[in-house]
């Protein structure tokens, strides 16, 4: 069940299409991921030479600043800040040169500590949440999340991706085993409200009616289908716990990295956030010395791909991964515990509560894991992007002309306001604000009353 929930997962809403992060052509965005770095290559070489060009400067505490042999000011070398703060001393006392020069020098240490030895892993402030959210401009490289799109348009993108989907073998099977799902679910359902009264005979609950027959069908028949999730994908769920025990028990980093680079799509280790924001699969063999192997997956290959936005998403929680895959082993073992009772107990001995407490904890577990890998899935792909088409490429190229906002987050949408923390008490709150107020502005006049007199 797991199995097809992170399946399901990955199918985008028509909500996501109409955002446009998702086109026909599905999520993978390779080609762009390698233009961006292009770009961004040619960027840095331009800088450097650049930077290479300008003549060296010396800084000075003076306000008269000494001039080069071409007669020319000498640009005093420090960061803005430093440049404020004596522009500000200039016009108080002087105080002694060697304080002036000490505070000078630990200015400039502190900007060179914030520089890393790659110009790809600069330590950048990180804005906040709300600032990222609300921003209308293109981000530093230039990308943009893609605007939304009319119903038409989405539906249209749904439903050709979903045709392409149909006749892969596995798409095929998938739709098929879901269909089956549905029917003889939806059919029990029916059953269990009454909705069929001809089947009552005698009456409803008697133990032979075609009623209850058919509820017994129904149920054998979703126990089946819900083994060949449960059971089928064994191997895998026990490989994932097996290397989480490795991790937790032996201390082996290798199996963390190992489940990192299985669930690439929604899990970050720690420290992958100061990876350069041009790594990717393609540049990991080369930039391997100079990466610590605890912050990319094993096997390297697997590392996520670079991020379109130029930013990383932060590190997953690891209580989340212990949550994934234990309710995957799980279901598992409640699926067993089903089939237990509906494969050694006919239907005379079976326990009424049995079959459907036993189904309903193995839906809900298996749920839950699915929807906190849907989840951080989605808050990775709101922060790192998701591949933009050229056709909305163009668009937002032509509305920028015109003059037309779109707000670069990827609902493509103004975030909504947060009320205030005076605003959350309720109106109890509000009416004792307001005769707070009262009775301070009746004390200010009562006291300028008495000094009138």
Partial sequence: MI???????????????????????????????????????????????????????????????????????VIPQTVPEAADESEHQASAPIQSTSMSNGAEKRVEDKALEQRGSND??????????????????????????????????????????AWGFFITPIGFLVVIYGLNIVAWGGMLFLLLCNAAPAMCKPTCNDINSPRRIWIEIDSQILNALFCVTGFGTIPWRFRDLYYLMQYRIQKKEVGLRRLAGINRGWFRLAGSQELPITLGPAQIDTELPNTPESSIPFPISKVPDAPLTGNRAPPTALWKLDFVIWTMVWNTFLQAVLSGFMWGLNRYDRPSWSTGLFVALA????????????????????????????????????DRELGITHYNNIKAEKPKEKKNKGEKGGLFKRKQKDSEVARVESSIGEGASQIVK
């Avoid at 990180?126 to 119903?151: C, I, L, M």
């Fill in 120 to 161: 790809t892993s600069i330590n950048k402030s990180v804005p906040s949440k709300e600032a990222v959210q609300s921003r209308t401009e293109p981000f530093d490289n230039g990308y943009e999340f893609p605007p939304k799109h009319k119903w038409t348009e989405s539906t249209a993108i749904f439903l050709k991706a």
């Fill in 3 to 73: 199995a097809s929930g992170q399946i399901a997962s990955s199918i985008p809403t028509l909500s996501e299409i109409r955002r446009g992060s998702y086109g026909s052509e599905g999520w993978s965005g390779e080609g762009q991921i390698v233009e961006k770095q292009r770009r961004e290559s040619l960027t840095r070489r331009g800088s450097s030479q650049t930077g290479q060009s300008l003549p060296r400067r010396r800084s000075s505490n003076n306000i008269d600043s000494p001039r080069d042999a071409s007669g020319q000011d």
């Fill in 363 to 398: 839906c809900i577990v298996a749920a839950c894991g699915g929807i906190m890998s849907f989840i951080e899935g989605k808050h990775v792909k709101a922060i790192e992007g998701v591949p933009v088409s050229e056709a909305d490429r163009e668009r937002l190229r032509r």
